[in-house]
């Protein structure tokens, strides 16, 4: 049973540039959530994907965008990048319809933008 | 924003002892959820407390939540070089909601 994955591992952007990051649920699962998490902090909420639509988002800008398709895998989507959009990009899997409601993380993505 | 305040931000022991780390946090909560990272990768759950819970066990680790406190507590009985990494906790004022996680503790245990 493969756990979450997500691609690729590192990125290396400069500012202005556009990103696509992409993500995998656990086998089963059917809520893709975000999460940026800057160095030495804990991770930051960015949104929440649930049949196909975003049903939270967190305090970012319209910049962080994204998608689920209807395998239930996500992309997260950065525009116009920033410096401080450098970060541990980390996507997390769970099951409404399962009832299941620990939430699996993948290894995460590195985007350093330089 | 971060909600939790974990305490002690750092910590470091021998092995074989045990390793106590608190969590505080700020709004009312569904569930609370333990986090370990190592290095700088995904973090690897530990254990899910619901707030109608007050205690849960999971092989080594023991965790306490007090809602009246809005605290919370992982011990790690034994400590292994291996427990070395980061501990996150995070709420869920709502089922299958958002995360918010604290800063962290960092536990370095020595062979």
């Known amino acids: 049973d493969a756990g979450v994955t997500q691609s690729p591992t590192h990125l290396i952007k400069t500012r202005g540039q556009q990103v696509t990051l992409r993500c995998s649920p656990k086998s089963g699962h059917d809520t893709v959530s975000w999460y940026q998490q800057a160095l030495g902090q804990g991770p930051q909420f960015i949104f929440q994907?649930?049949?196909?639509?975003?049903?939270q988002r967190g305090n970012f800008p319209d910049r962080f965008s994204g998608h689920q398709f209807p395998n239930y895998s996500s992309e997260l989507n950065v525009n116009a990048l920033l410096l401080g959009d450098s970060a541990l990009y980390l996507c997390?899997?769970?099951?409404?319809?399962?009832?299941?409601?620990?939430?699996?993380f993948g290894p995460g993505t590195r985007l350093l933008v330089l | 924003s971060q909600q939790g305040e974990e305490d002690p931000q750092a910590l470091s022991i021998q092995e074989g002892e045990n390793a106590t780390m608190n969590c505080s946090y700020k709004?009312?909560?569904?569930?609370l959820q333990w986090y370990r990272q190592n290095s700088g990768r995904g973090l690897v759950h530990l254990i899910l407390?619901?707030?109608?819970?007050r205690e849960k066990h999971s092989g080594r680790l023991r965790v306490t939540l007090d809602t009246s406190k809005k605290s919370s507590s992982l011990l790690i009985t034994a400590s292994r070089a291996a427990d070395t990494a980061s501990y996150f906790c995070?709420?869920?004022?709502?089922?299958?909601?958002?995360?918010?996680f604290g800063q962290g503790t960092i536990l370095t245990v020595h062979p």
């Open positions: 997390a899997s769970s099951s409404m319809r399962q009832g299941q409601e620990t939430q699996y």
């Open positions: 709004t009312s909560i569904n569930n």
């Open positions: 995070a709420t869920d004022a709502r089922s299958y909601g958002k995360l918010t």
């Open positions: 407390i619901r707030s109608n819970e």
């Open positions: 994907y649930y049949e196909e639509e975003e049903r």
